[in-house]
């Protein structure tokens, strides 16, 4: 080599090699069920928009064949290919062979996160808020005093607000604003005794629900007291943990994790339940994918909490039996968007539909493409708005061809992306919660 020939400069070796070769082989024992068939590019809805054959599952899954070599390459590549994809698991629910998909890309985001670290501002988020539940409430409510500075309300059914002084930051986004109160400053620790015959629910309500949708939370509570349902709300909740592994943080999800299995491993309950499809999903599936992170001890209480996992209406429906009689046609008109970790994770689907159809002064309608993904994502949407808009406005299309009132949903996360793209495009119709129209029923309130 010569003097003025210089050798390329290479990224730093992460810390742990051999724990990285260990997770690289264990990546490679759970891709080779994949075929390449191409199932997954006809249901991808970031490919749909994108037309790119790296952001099908398949293509992600040859750029992971050679992780090692390509995180030595372009690690930033790497990462930025591994995130754009929303995680609806609409390729695993259609994969002829079974690939764990989801599993799969969420431990290849910690491993390019691993080795590139995470950015200062993830780092305060994760590991400096989240996992302090009584700070992240504070600095919560501290954005909540200064948000009426910042704010303009939109006027709209949707509900929704702009911050145009941030446009620059926010993507001249439409969202709702931060709640006046939070749930966990109205509702304290619970602890009811259930009816002759009922079950006790132990409720998680979500970080969105909590300090977006207390009203969500509220609801939920309406709905097991109706029913006689034990509750069991403990104090110091903290966050499911999928914004951090999603992420590639697996070091504070794991810490998330251990701290909610302490909080309500302290009293016994039957289910475990939340309004949340994504909170849902998580525990129930993603908690215990992850279970060698754990303690056998607490590999036991992971276990049993995500067998108990449950959402709100399937609650409603499958183990509180619900009366739900077919309401007579006519009233305002209600249609349904599946979310995504609802449907294709949980297999939830007919349960909110019998909710609604049951509901006196609602007409049920239903909309084309209900169960496609609306393109939030959660850090997606943050990360790739204008890929999020053009998903989002496809499903606010098929919204709008049915002339409803409302939407409805059971996830708070797909409320918002809802909400963003009816309110952008001038719709004057609103969005709820199913399990908030089933409350409002009950209570004889005005939906």
């Known amino acids: 080599m010569s003097a003025n020939t210089q050798a390329p400069t290479l990224p730093l070796p992460p810390r742990d090699i051999t724990a990285l070769a260990a997770t690289l082989l264990e990546l490679d024992d759970m891709l080779v ?23 099908v599952t398949r293509g992600k899954i040859a750029l992971l064949e050679n992780l090692a070599r390509h995180i030595i390459t372009d690690a930033e590549s790497v990462n930025d290919k591994l995130n754009r994809c929303l995680l609806c698991g609409s390729c695993q629910a259609n994969c002829p062979s079974g690939v764990r998909i989801m599993d799969i890309f969420l431990r290849a985001r910690s491993i390019v996160r691993g080795y590139l670290g995470l950015s200062p501002i993830k780092k305060i988020i994760f590991r400096g808020l989240l996992v302090r539940p009584g700070l992240f409430d504070g600095f919560m409510s501290l954005s909540k005093t200064f948000q009426g500075l910042l704010i ?7 509900g929704t607000c702009q911050a145009p002084l941030f446009s620059a930051i926010t993507g001249n986004r439409h969202f709702p604003a931060l709640a006046k109160k939070p749930f966990h400053a109205t509702t304290h620790a619970l602890k009811e005794k259930a009816g002759s015959g009922r079950p006790v629910a132990a409720l998680f309500p979500g970080c ?67 309004p949340c499809a994504t909170c849902a999903a998580t525990i129930k599936e993603i908690w215990p994918g992850f279970r ?28 509180l039996k619900a009366e739900l009689p077919e309401s007579a046609q006519g009233g305002r008109r209600v249609t349904y968007h599946d979310a995504c970790h609802l ?25 084309p493409e209900a169960d496609r993904c609306c393109g939030s994502g959660g850090s997606f949407t943050l990360a790739y708005y204008d890929l999020s808009k ?15 009132d409302l939407v409805a949903a059971a996830c708070p996360a797909c409320m918002m992306q809802i909400m963003d793209m009816l309110s952008r495009n001038g719709d004057n119709i609103q969005v709820k919660h199913v399990a908030e129209l089933y409350a409002d029923s009950l209570s004889g309130v005005d939906s």
């Open 343 to 367: 449907n294709k994770s949980l297999n939830v689907s007919s349960q909110p539909r019998q909710i609604l159809k049951s509901l006196p002064g609602l007409e049920f309608v239903e909309m």
């Open 152 to 158: 303009k309300d939109n006027h709209n059914a949707a």
């Open 292 to 319: 060698e992170d754990f303690s056998p001890e607490e590999q036991a209480t992971l276990k049993a909490m995500s067998e108990k996992a449950i959402d709100i209406t399937a609650f409603t429906v499958d183990v």
């Open 208 to 274: 969105v629900s909590d300090k977006i949708f207390p009203q969500l939370a509220q609801a939920t509570l309406r709905i097991l007291r109706k029913h006689q349902t034990g509750i069991f709300l403990p104090s110091g909740q903290n966050c499911c943990g999928i914004p951090a592994l999603a992420s590639g943080d697996r070091k504070t999800f794991v810490q998330l994790v251990r701290q909610n299995l302490a909080i309500f491993n302290s009293e016994p309950f039957d289910y475990l339940l939340t």
């Open 33 to 55: 069920s994949c075929m390449r068939c191409g199932f997954c590019q006809s249901v991808c809805p970031v490919y749909g928009a994108s037309l790119r054959e790296a952001d």
């Open 390 to 404: 053009k998903i989002g406005q496809r499903k606010r299309d098929n919204i709008v061809s049915v002339k409803p």
